[in-house]
């Protein structure tokens, strides 16, 4: 079986509802590609524009959130549960963004929690991963650390892996494409023999890539997709990137 590809922007607190031309210039640049793709192509926009996104209709685009909440419902003033983003269109969830990590102290336990309750809710959840610029020599360790804190009953078919290095987010930095492929390699043997996963769980690469690098990160033995942060808001760059695909 084939590795599914990905390409998912994350639009961060970014986006308002005159942000709709950014989302109608990829679609309209995807209807108007007549090759066939099973690339999936998502789009997390804060959660203000979920419902506008994904009512759209003969869109080629799939939504997605960049968080949820652990508690299926309840009094948690503020909070937004997964099944209120599925009953708003959404199909996947990013859980684990190193700035949830940073800035919320979003630990394991939480997070796992989060991945349960987007899954009782059939979201498709995308697990980002990462070290920090100070762990890049433990990388490997840190790396298997974070992917071991997944919850043990998992549907591996609905989950995706986002190997994001946290020194390269935002900051034009990348590692070395070897390095990439390489990591993405080693990300696949620990979810392989110390998870027992499933050999097909697409692993994306995210961090600084925009459409100069992308076609060299994205024809990468082991990089199945790309999570885009900042060109994922230009529709001409987000559309290039797509484009490596299709
Ligand atoms: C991100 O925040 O997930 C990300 C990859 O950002 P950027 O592409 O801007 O580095």
Not at 31 to 52: E, G, H
Not at 153 to 171: F, R, S
């Amino acid at each position: 079986m084939k590795r599914t590809k990905f390409v998912i922007g994350n639009w961060k607190m970014n986006g308002l509802k005159s942000s709709m031309n950014i989302y109608e210039g990829v679609n309209k640049h995807m209807l108007s590609n007549k090759k066939s793709s099973d690339l999936n192509v998502v789009i997390c926009p804060p959660f203000t524009l979920i419902n506008l996104f994904s009512s759209k209709k003969t869109s080629k685009i799939m939504i997605g959130a960049q968080d949820t909440h652990e508690k299926e419902s309840g009094a948690y003033t503020g909070s937004i549960s997964s099944q209120m983003l599925s009953d708003l269109g959404a199909g996947y969830v990013i859980i684990g963004h190193s700035e949830r990590r940073q800035y919320f102290g979003e630990n394991v336990k939480l997070l796992a929690d989060k991945i349960i309750a987007a899954q009782k809710a059939d979201l498709k959840v995308i697990f980002c991963i990462g070290e920090l610029k100070n762990e890049i020599k433990n990388r490997k360790s840190v790396l298997r650390k974070q992917l071991k804190s997944l919850p043990k009953k998992l549907n591996y078919k609905n989950i995706i892996i986002a190997y994001e290095p946290v020194w390269a987010i935002g900051t034009g930095l990348i590692p070395s494409f070897d390095e990439i492929n390489s990591i993405h390699l080693s990300i696949r043997d620990i979810l392989k023999y110390d998870l027992k996963f499933s050999k097909n769980v697409s692993i994306l690469y995210g961090g600084s890539v925009n459409p100069k690098n992308a076609s060299n990160i994205l024809s990468l033995e082991n990089v199945d997709g790309a999570l885009v942060g900042g060109a994922s808001l230009n529709s001409k760059d987000f559309s290039n990137i797509i484009d490596y695909y299709t």
